[in-house]
């Protein structure tokens, strides 16, 4: 970290004009780290200048992905603090003194141009080959003119004048970056209602709020200068700045998309990840501690975290990485655990009310299925069997071990032996099996397939003695039969 004197003190300040995305989560998490490695304050600020795009319904989903991923933060909305309000709406009043600041000092200035002027400017600015800037116009307009303007039903904007200068700062993650203000325009800083935009807004927050770092996607890069020189002009402190790298889509540097998987923390939230996994996975898309460990916990993570470590190049958005993590952590955890994380996906197949959850047979049923879960949501396949009997046959398991004569005469035959069962344990079980097997002079899988296709439709899964003690006696016999019917029918 760059040397700095200022306590350190990090925004995350998400727009409510949609989900919380992955891209948008990677750059809370990192500041999130940042505030904890240099015990500093992470803080949660709502930039919703987009006026018609903000909604009440995104800004709850962005407050509840972030308490799902367990960025507690320090100060901002919904927690208060001493640099409130926390969101860009409520904060009108404090920009008008800036902006008064700016007009006094001749940095800024009222433009009264229309609609079709300025479309008029930028077809000329084409058809001469440069870049469709706005002609300063309405720079030197005269009180009178100014009055006129106002009298014809004209609402102006105010733009900023942009200085004739290099404009340089230097970031943590890309080194010293320079842009010449000959490549920027007046660019409009409030609307004509009044409303104050994004640069203006949102270098006077950071100023008022005292951040010291703003850490966020390099897809902010270009507004850095615009940032600058408004601070510059208005005599702020600046912050130091980190960019980080692009989430990408692809190696072929494509943009992340909704083709190329989830992009909203609430989906992934929704399809069984758990947040440990997330969190591993997000932090890896542009930060190593060693370029070779893969696996953090979240106090190794808060320990070790250094901008210095993130990496210039875009990082490339990899769901097997993402459903491998998660296969881990779902490992990690205990079978009560596990077994607590599972119930909410278990509808429709049981109640998920607690009251009517069979704990221990859950609790069993999740422990034979050990280690086949890479998504909570994998539930609903792996024990489907377990609550329903309505599912399909595995058509190859079917033709590899029922299409002989015979075999529903095999079936048959398991079935009675499994009725006179007295203590239905896995002793019995195994002993009325190889009774059957033995006496038929067939293998050991012979036997076992043809239950288990009965049990589950499938040929492969857990150990087929637990699963038959889990399914019990009665509907063990009841889905032999099921299986003869279907046979018999040549359903197959």
């Known amino acids: 970290m760059a040397t ?90 404090i920009y008008q003194e800036y902006i008064g600041k700016l007009i006094e000092s001749s940095h800024a200035y009222y433009c009264y141009c229309s609609f079709d002027e300025l479309a008029q400017m930028r077809q000329l600015a084409k058809d001469e080959g440069r870049p469709a800037h706005y ?54 800083i409030v609307k004509s209602n009044g409303s104050p935009l994004y640069n203006l807004t949102s270098i006077i927050d950071d100023h008022e709020m005292k951040i010291s770092h703003v850490i966020r996607g390099a897809d902010h890069l270009s507004n850095t200068p615009k940032q600058v020189l408004l601070a510059q002009a208005l005599e702020l402190d600046m912050p130091q700045f980190a960019h980080l790298p692009m989430v990408l889509g692809s190696s072929k540097g494509e943009k992340l998309s909704k083709r190329h998987g989830a992009t909203s923390i609430e989906q992934y939230r929704n399809e069984g990840y758990l947040p440990q996994a997330m969190i591993n996975f997000l932090v890896r898309l542009g930060w190593s501690l060693d370029d070779t460990t893969e696996i953090f916990s979240v106090s190794e993570l808060t320990q070790n975290f250094d ?53 221990n047979r859950l609790e069993a049923i999740v422990s034979v299925i050990d280690d086949r879960l890479i998504t909570l949501a994998d539930i609903k396949e792996h024990a489907y069997h377990f609550f329903k009997d309505d599912f399909a046959y595995d058509p190859k398991g079917i033709k590899k071990w029922l299409s002989k004569d015979g075999s529903i005469s095999l079936l048959q035959m398991l079935h009675d032996a499994m009725e006179k069962i007295n203590t239905f344990d896995e002793k019995s079980v195994e002993t009325a099996i190889w009774s059957i097997v033995d006496s038929l002079g067939i293998k050991k899988v012979e036997g076992l397939q043809p239950i288990r296709i009965a049990i589950s439709g499938m040929t492969s899964g857990p150990s087929l003695f637990e699963m038959v003690l889990l399914v019990g006696q009665a509907e063990t016999l009841k889905r032999i039969k099921r299986l003869m019917t279907y046979l018999s029918k040549g359903e197959n």
């Open 4 to 93: 700095t004197t200022k306590p350190v003190r990090v925004r995350f300040a998400p727009s409510p004009t949609g989900y919380l995305h992955i891209g948008g989560a990677r750059t809370a998490l990192f500041n999130w780290l940042f505030a904890k490695r240099h015990n500093g304050t992470f803080i949660l600020r709502i930039d919703d200048t987009d006026e018609q795009r903000s909604t009440e319904s995104s800004m709850k989903q962005i407050y509840e992905s972030l308490n799902w991923l367990g960025f507690n933060w320090d100060e901002g909305e919904k927690v208060g603090g001493p640099y409130g309000p926390y969101i860009q709406s409520e904060r009108r009043s």
């Open 135 to 188: 002609n300063r116009k309405c720079l030197h307009l005269t009180k009178k003119s100014q009055k006129l303007m106002v009298e014809q039903g004209r609402k102006p904007v105010i733009r900023f004048k942009v200085p004739d200068q290099t404009v340089s700062f230097d970031d943590l993650i890309l080194g010293c970056i320079s842009t010449e203000s000959n490549t920027l325009q007046d660019e409009v």
């Open 307 to 359: 901008i210095g470590r993130v990496g210039k190049s875009g990082s490339v958005f990899d769901i097997k990485k993402l459903r491998w993590l998660n296969g881990h952590y779902i490992n990690q955890l205990n079978l009560p655990e596990r077994t607590s994380a599972v119930i909410p996906f278990l509808q429709p197949l049981c109640s998920t009310d607690s009251t009517g959850l069979e704990v």
